[in-house]
């Protein structure tokens, strides 16, 4: 047994691990977790684009730009017709569905849905991004804290895997059918901006009676 002493005294004397130190091994974790927490997933309009949302909401990007990381995307399919009036010639826009070839008073409606589930597999991707992919569940799902969503937009964050918080602006239904199908209302944090005084700002109504409180 000598040796056997002699190794217990030499452990005995080692200076003990600094009491920070599984902290310290699992901070390239808790940093990972933290930043993707932050994360913001911003979707345009009606024949818009990730660019054109970017500009609109520039000072709230500026000024959360040390806390958010706002990511900006464009929807899958490209703008089939007009875009609204006043858009300058030339932009690219782009349309989560729609009625191809339609008017751009009309062809964003929720009656339509050509498009909708090429729209649907961008955001099931786009989820699956971060955190694991499919993620563990709870606060460990999903690559995006948050949602901002414009007009159609504000429809597809409604449909964004592991988001925990949505903001909609001016939101519309998906297409007939297609929205979320649990029968509960949506128990998320959410902020729902828009003009009571608009002409379609019944369906913005219909968006916020989706959630509680």
Known sequence: GGGGGGGEAALSDAAPPPADAAMRGRAPDLLAREVSRRRVLCLHGFRASADMLSLSLGPLTRSLAGTYDFTFVDAPTAASGPAEPG?????????????????????????????FDVAMARLAALAAGGRGGSGEGGEGGGAFDGVIGFSQGA??????????????????????GRGPSTGRRDAR???????????HAHLCR?????FEG
Request: glycine letters at 12%.
């Open 87 to 115: 858009v300058p010639e030339g932009l690219l826009g782009y349309e989560w569905w729609g009625d191809p070839g339609g008017a751009y008073d009309t062809a964003w409606r929720p009656v339509y849905e050509h498009g």
């Open 155 to 176: 429809a597809m964050a409604l449909l964004v895997p592991g988001a925990r918080w949505a903001v909609l602006l001016s939101a519309i239904p998906p297409p007939r």
């Open 189 to 199: 944090p959410s902020l729902h901006v828009y003009d009571a005084a608009e002409p």
């Open 206 to 210: 219909r968006g916020e009676a989706s």
